[in-house]
């Protein structure tokens, strides 16, 4: 039987937000068994804390580990940061539920936000997916919504139309036992397709079977540019209409057209809430966003699924009209142009699979174009063509003060949106999310108390996810912990991506260290877990 754990004369920030005190705190079996000054070590391990901070494990709220979680069990870059539990499944991507002939639909899909996905990486229901991460075992704990995008694929494919009420009751039914088996929720991608073409009833009947079942709705919503409020109303009316409790994903206005909006949506939440509908958001602290390079495309160019695009990229009038739309955007909010808010040279080139288009990766896509002596847009259809559509980027689109606003608010919980590809160069907030929240927004910007901080890390998102043994540090909670110093800083950035925080020297997942002394055990205490 592994021995109890006595951590003494630590600093305890207990996750409720209120003021830091000072105790020791001991593990057994897994558990917090006792919090307290002066506590008794007999038959313990004992570590000193040395006035480090002692908080709850932090949970990713919004990430896309999914994949990373199959090939590197330990997720080190997540471990270093002081996470302990990731929600994945986001922004209508997840790897399963794939009946046999939906697999390489899915495949495909899932494909263009991470890379090439084999067939073994696809999975009938959650239970296969449950299998495949515990069997071998995982470091940290791992919580799953359902994508929409598995859903219509499997009823529907890529079919840009309503869905009738014979396939919105398969999706439903291809749904519940997902939910009834643990998953937390469905997540929405309205800008991604197949999820980008539905209509509000299909929504609202998937969300009244999540409310049945328990669980949260979680939307990538129609638009984070001109219509972001607009969009923000139909996802409200969505929860209304259902009884559904929900949970808006990474809050932003992109472009600087578009910029100051989000006081204006946070009100709109505020007032959702004043009328019961159970809404809160979360949003990573950067003020670029990362996703594949098709988001530059209409969403109806990807009507019918790749072979479709590629068909139309061929043709010289369909590709004219595409490029006319990329350049110079249209009337139709919801479908607003990212380049024509912010310019080829806003966007980066974060994460390639052909090795012949490697070399081009933290580019920006103007120099890339350039140095290759084409257009920016005829290297996007180069991307398209020659990198399967599987292509990363980062968007350099978003202002500062909606940043604030919205980490900030009440409503806010910490999400890092990671797109991790080992061997790119991704978004720094798949390695530096936390730490900069601990770090440089809390101690330099005095954007957050300490309190406040871990708050929006561990029992809100606990909250939302029900996760109801975590989140906090009390006796009988699961012992998922982090020790950390005050000087906790990243060092991840746009340039040097990949690089580990300082300051995070001790993790614990049911009690048992998946970092200590500041490097990775190897250990693998995780598991997927479900509500409650």
Not at 208 to 225: N, Q
Not at 368 to 386: H, K, S
Not at 512 to 526: I, M, N, R, S, Y
């Amino acid at each position: 039987m592994k021995q109890d754990l006595v951590i003494k004369n630590a600093r305890i920030v207990d996750g409720t937000g209120a003021p830091w005190f000072r105790g020791d705190v001991r593990l057994s079996k897994g558990r917090i068994a006792a919090v307290g000054p002066g506590l008794d070590t007999e038959g313990a391990e004992i570590l000193d804390a040395a006035g480090r901070y002692l908080a709850p494990g932090f949970i990713d709220a919004h990430c896309h580990d999914d994949l990373a979680f199959l090939r590197d069990p330990t997720r080190p870059e997540k471990a270093r940061q002081g996470v302990t539990s990731i929600v994945v499944g986001n922004c209508s991507f997840s790897l399963y539920p794939a009946p046999e002939p939906a697999v390489d639909l899915l495949r495909g899909h899932f494909g263009g936000l991470l890379g090439e996905t084999a067939r073994s990486e696809v999975f009938a229901d959650l239970d296969g997916y449950r299998a495949a991460l515990e069997t071998p075992g995982i470091a940290l704990n791992l919580v799953s919504l359902v994508g929409h995008a598995a859903l219509r694929l499997a009823v529907m494919g890529y079919e840009k139309r309503a869905a009738t009420a014979a396939e919105i009751r398969a999706m439903q039914d291809l749904l519940r036992p997902q939910l009834r088996t643990g998953a937390a929720g469905l997540s929405l991608g309205l800008v991604y397709p197949p999820s980008a073409f539905a209509e509000t009833a299909e929504l609202v009947a998937l969300a009244e079977t999540v409310r049945e079942e328990g669980g949260v709705l979680a939307a990538h919503v129609r638009s984070y540019e001109a219509n972001l409020l607009r969009s923000i109303e139909e996802f409200i009316a969505v929860l209304e209409a259902a009884g559904a409790p929900g949970l808006l994903s990474h809050l932003q206005s992109a472009g600087r057209p578009n910029w100051g909006q989000i006081p204006k949506a946070l009100v709109l939440l505020e007032a959702a809430r004043a009328r019961g509908i159970d809404i809160s958001f979360d949003m990573y602290p950067y003020p670029a966003g990362s996703s594949y390079m098709l988001q530059l495309l209409p969403p109806s160019a990807q009507e019918g699924g790749m072979s479709a695009l590629l068909a139309r990229l061929r043709d010289p009038e369909a590709r004219a009209a595409l490029k006319q739309w990329v350049e110079q955007g249209s009337n139709d909010g919801h479908g607003q142009s990212k380049i024509s808010l912010i310019g080829w040279g806003n966007v980066m080139i974060s994460g390639v699979g052909n090795p012949a288009l490697k070399a081009l990766e933290g580019s920006r896509m103007d120099k890339a174009a350039a140095d290759l002596g084409i257009a920016p847009f005829d290297l996007l259809v180069r991307f398209v063509e020659e990198d399967g559509g599987q292509t990363a980027i980062v968007m350099f689109q978003l202002s500062e003060d909606d940043l604030h606003a919205a980490c900030c608010h009440p409503l806010h919980m910490v999400g890092s949106d990671g797109l991790p590809r080992p061997g790119t160069r991704p978004h720094p907030r798949a390695f530096g999310t936390f730490p900069r929240v601990l770090g440089p927004l809390r101690r330099d910007k005095k954007w957050f108390s300490l309190e406040d901080a871990v708050r929006r890390m561990t029992a809100i998102p606990a909250q939302r996810f029900s996760l109801g043994a975590r989140g906090l540090i009390r006796p009988g909670m699961v012992a998922d912990l982090v020790l950390f110093e005050d000087s906790v800083m990243d060092h991840a950035t746009f340039e040097e991506p990949v690089q580990a925080p300082s300051g995070i020297t001790d993790v614990w997942v049911a009690g048992e260290a998946v970092v200590a002394a500041g490097a990775v055990t190897g250990h693998l205490p995780g598991r997927v877990l479900g509500r409650g």
